[in-house]
């Protein structure tokens, strides 16, 4: 999913430039490796700009923070699709997408939105969550040794980031082992949204099949797995429709899948480029927990979120119309000097970290906990294991082409 219509034209960002460049500039190869001065200069320039093409860009704390738990800007599936269809292009493809996951919590509005996340909270509680520690931990170990027995070096992202979240889920969600490559292949295609939307399409497709079937095991035969908590909970509320618990397994099983990767790859590549701070882990393992919000605030893994203007309001003095997209930029929020000192600085303890990276509000992520947690073991389990773990390429380093999400497409090390 591309934010502008084009890259063509886009200035060099040390350069003077027209508002109209501001949004461009973040589709450059430049931008890919580092958004964040692009951000900077946003914030400082035209923190909330309108581009070319009509959508507008947030990247101040203060501004995002009230966006986030600003009703008017909506979540809602219908409106979602207008907005994107109006826009038509590569856009257009993403309406197909909104239309085909259906209407779950995390693309409707209040009362329809409260009534799904209470259900989804139900079955995935913090408790829940934490005690899956122990089985995280087991599999992070697995990978590490997998990869080791390998050999010297390894791509970081495919040998533990990916793999990691898959595994969970499938822990969590009760999924048979046998089925895990097939799952494992369409969750890549799902990785790929913005670069192959029929591949994707095609997957979810499959996916919501896979998982119509799981269903029906699991209400003849309940067990100990998210999947039969969730059709508990349907059997005791018939308000709750086939449709809706489909899609409800669907939103809890990806979230925090994309995120996770990009927390551990983001996170770990931070850290090798901080050896004081790596170090400073390596001798504190309790460190783990707040340096994984520091982490996620340092290199956010979702970029950006997208609402759209349900009715007209203002924000820093501009007027956001109706049917208008806003992109939300999550990760400009959090390295904005009015809220953070030394906001370009990595500090593992960097008192009263109040980041973004999750969102806020009704939408706050859902599978941030569960992101956080496996982010929390994965890098704690890498840096105290692999004493000697550093990059072997700096120069080799790429992301993929999607502002709003941040992914390295390999974080190859040596240990």
Same mark, same amino acid.
């Given at each position: 999913?591309?934010?502008?219509?084009?890259?063509?034209?886009?200035?060099?960002?040390?350069?003077?430039?027209?508002?109209? *460049?501001?949004?461009?500039?973040?589709?450059?190869?430049? /931008?890919?490796?580092?958004?964040?001065?692009?951000?900077?200069?946003?914030?400082?320039? *035209?923190?909330?700009?309108?581009?070319?093409?009509?959508?507008?860009?947030?990247?101040?704390?203060? *501004?995002?923070?009230?966006?986030? &738990?600003?009703?008017?800007?909506?979540?809602?599936?219908?409106?979602?699709?207008?907005?994107?269809?109006?826009?038509?292009?590569?856009?257009?493809?993403?309406?197909?997408? !909104?239309?085909?996951?259906?209407?779950?919590?995390?693309?409707?509005?209040?009362?329809?939105?409260?009534?799904?996340?209470?259900?989804?909270?139900?079955?995935?509680?913090?408790?829940?969550?934490?005690?899956?520690?122990?089985?995280?931990? =087991?599999?992070?170990?697995?990978?590490?040794?997998?990869?080791?027995?390998? &050999?010297?070096?390894?791509?970081?992202?495919?040998?533990?980031?990916?793999?990691?979240?898959?595994?969970?889920?499938?822990?969590?969600?009760?999924?048979?082992?046998?089925?895990?490559?097939?799952?494992?292949?369409?969750?890549?295609?799902?990785?790929?949204?913005?670069?192959?939307?029929?591949?994707?399409?095609?997957?979810?497709?499959?996916?919501?099949?896979?998982?119509?079937?799981?269903?029906?095991?699991?209400?003849?035969?309940? =067990?100990?797995?998210?999947?039969?908590?969730?059709?508990?909970?349907?059997?005791?509320?018939?308000?709750?429709?086939?449709?809706?618990?489909?899609?409800?397994?669907?939103?809890?099983?990806?979230? =925090?899948?994309? !995120?996770? !990767?990009?927390?551990? =790859?983001?996170?770990?590549?931070?850290?090798?480029?901080?050896?004081?701070?790596?170090?400073?882990?390596?001798?504190?393992?309790?460190?783990?927990?707040?340096?994984?919000?520091?982490?996620?605030?340092?290199?956010?893994?979702?970029?950006?979120?997208?609402?759209?203007?349900?009715?007209?309001?203002?924000?820093?003095?501009?007027?956001?119309?109706?049917?208008?997209?806003?992109?939300?930029?999550?990760?400009?929020?959090?390295?904005?000097?009015?809220?953070?000192?030394?906001?370009?600085?990595? *500090?593992?303890?960097?008192?009263?970290?109040?980041?973004?990276?999750?969102?806020?509000?009704?939408?706050?992520?859902? &599978? &941030?906990?569960? /992101?956080?947690?496996?982010?929390?073991?994965?890098?704690?389990?890498?840096?105290?294991?692999?004493?000697?773990?550093?990059?072997?390429?700096?120069?080799?380093?790429?992301?993929?082409?999607?502002?709003?999400?941040?992914?390295?497409?390999?974080?190859?090390?040596?240990?």
């Amino acid at each position: 999913m591309n934010p502008t219509a084009t890259t063509e034209g886009a200035r060099d960002s040390a350069g003077p430039a027209r508002p109209e *460049d501001l949004a461009a500039a973040l589709l450059t190869q430049e /931008a890919r490796r580092d958004p964040y001065p692009f951000y900077a200069r946003m914030r400082r320039e *035209d923190p909330v700009h309108r581009s070319a093409q009509g959508i507008w860009y947030l990247t101040r704390y203060s *501004d995002v923070e009230a966006a986030l &738990g600003d009703l008017r800007l909506s979540n809602d599936r219908d409106r979602m699709t207008r907005a994107y269809t109006a826009l038509g292009g590569d856009l257009k493809a993403l309406s197909r997408l !909104t239309d085909r996951l259906g209407r779950v919590m995390s693309n409707t509005d209040p009362p329809d939105h409260a009534r799904l996340r209470k259900l989804a909270n139900r079955a995935f509680t913090a408790r829940r969550v934490e005690s899956l520690r122990d089985r995280v931990q =087991g599999i992070v170990d697995r990978l590490i040794d997998e990869a080791v027995a390998a &050999g010297p070096t390894m791509d970081l992202v495919e040998a533990v980031a990916s793999p990691l979240p898959m595994a969970v889920v499938c822990e969590l969600f009760g999924i048979p082992d046998e089925d895990l490559p097939q799952v494992e292949t369409w969750f890549r295609r799902f990785g790929r949204l913005s670069e192959d939307i029929d591949a994707s399409e095609a997957a979810i497709e499959q996916y919501e099949e896979y998982l119509a079937r799981l269903v029906r095991r699991r209400r003849a035969d309940p =067990g100990d797995d998210l999947i039969s908590a969730l059709v508990a909970t349907q059997a005791k509320d018939d308000r709750l429709t086939d449709s809706e618990l489909l899609s409800t397994c669907f939103v809890l099983i990806t979230a =925090g899948d994309e !995120t996770t !990767t990009h927390l551990v =790859g983001n996170g770990m590549l931070a850290l090798l480029r901080h050896p004081a701070q790596l170090a400073r882990l390596r001798a504190d393992p309790a460190l783990a927990r707040p340096a994984v919000e520091e982490l996620a605030r340092y290199d956010t893994p979702t970029q950006a979120i997208v609402r759209v203007v349900a009715e007209d309001l203002t924000i820093g003095g501009r007027t956001l119309r109706e049917g208008e997209l806003a992109y939300l930029f999550l990760a400009a929020t959090n390295r904005d000097p009015e809220r953070f000192h030394d906001p370009d600085r990595l *500090d593992l303890t960097r008192p009263g970290n109040r980041p973004l990276s999750f969102g806020n509000g009704p939408h706050f992520c859902l &599978g &941030g906990p569960l /992101a956080k947690l496996q982010a929390e073991v994965a890098v704690g389990t890498l840096v105290r294991r692999l004493p000697h773990l550093r990059l072997t390429d700096e120069a080799a380093l790429d992301w993929r082409p999607n502002p709003l999400q941040r992914r390295l497409t390999a974080l190859p090390v040596t240990y």
